[in-house]
């Protein structure tokens, strides 16, 4: 089996492979640091809960973009399972180009998200991950990375309002029964999905505008993308397991024999 890790700001998601199949997806916070030994026996124990024996685990791949954790978490793999991991980085065969000026700046995540999107749904593609920050990514039909917008995540901003805005509160994200808010924690929803709605649209309008290409598939993933997808007709695909995918698919064009 093959165990994928995609370590993001917030959180490192898990997920198991058994050929292309899923069998299990699970989830650490990033922010925690732990020692490699904390990292290997609490792996080994969120296996066991998923009714899966770590034993099985044949093979790591990771894309991080939490550069302080990786010491501990590949040496866990290592001492815990065995494993060397493949480390999704400059020079990793991909299945994309990226044709930015500066291709070393993207980060791991984002191209995993478009070589998944690609491989999976075609080109062009425009690919959207909504997760600590919202990325929206353009791959041509060629598998060419082309352009990246990067806006401040729906968690990201409510942590902004109720951190800097002395009376607001803590709030819930999720949408409110109407946009038009009669009180302050239904106003602070509105504004929070109603504006990654509103911000969504745009950004997806002005690229098809710009790049002539009004027939593209739109492919969202991240956690609150859901959300978000069932209330715009511009998002034509949600794929919850987009990354872990592109994991995989990743981890196959490495030959690594397993």
């Known amino acids: ?43 080994r124990d969120l296996l066991k809960h998923n009714g899966i024996d770590y034993e099985k685990i044949n093979d790591v791949i990771i894309a991080s973009v939490v550069p302080n954790v990786m010491h501990s978490l590949l040496s866990s793999f290592i001492k815990y399972f065995g494993v060397n991991p493949v480390i999704v980085e400059p020079g990793i065969k991909t299945g994309i180009r990226i044709a930015t000026e500066n291709p070393r700046q993207i980060g791991a995540d984002r191209i ?25 990514d353009l ?13 401040p995540g729906i968690r990201t901003s409510a942590k902004a309002l109720w951190e800097d805005a002395a009376k607001l509160p803590e709030i819930e994200i999720r949408k409110p029964a109407s946009i038009l808010a009669k009180e302050t924690i239904s106003s602070m929803q509105a504004g929070l999905i109603y504006g990654q709605i509103g911000q969504t649209e745009y950004i997806i309008q002005k690229t098809k505008e710009e790049t002539g290409w009004h027939d593209m598939q739109v492919v969202a993933t991240g956690g609150l993308g859901k959300i978000i997808a069932k209330e715009t007709k511009m998002i034509d695909i949600y794929d919850p397991n987009l990354t872990l995918q592109g994991l995989r698919l990743i981890y196959n064009k490495q030959n690594r024999g397993k």
């Open 1 to 43: 089996m093959l165990l994928g890790a995609d370590v993001g700001n917030t959180n490192i998601t898990f997920g198991v492979f058994n050929g292309t199949e899923i069998e299990a997806t699970f989830r650490m916070t990033t922010k925690l640091l732990r020692t490699s030994d904390e990292y290997g026996i609490c792996i």
């Open 112 to 136: 995993v998200d478009a070589a998944a999107a690609y491989e999976l749904y075609g080109g062009p593609v425009f690919v959207i991950d909504f997760g600590t920050g919202t990325t929206y």
């Open 139 to 151: 791959v041509d039909g060629n598998g060419a990375f082309l352009s990246g917008v990067t806006a």
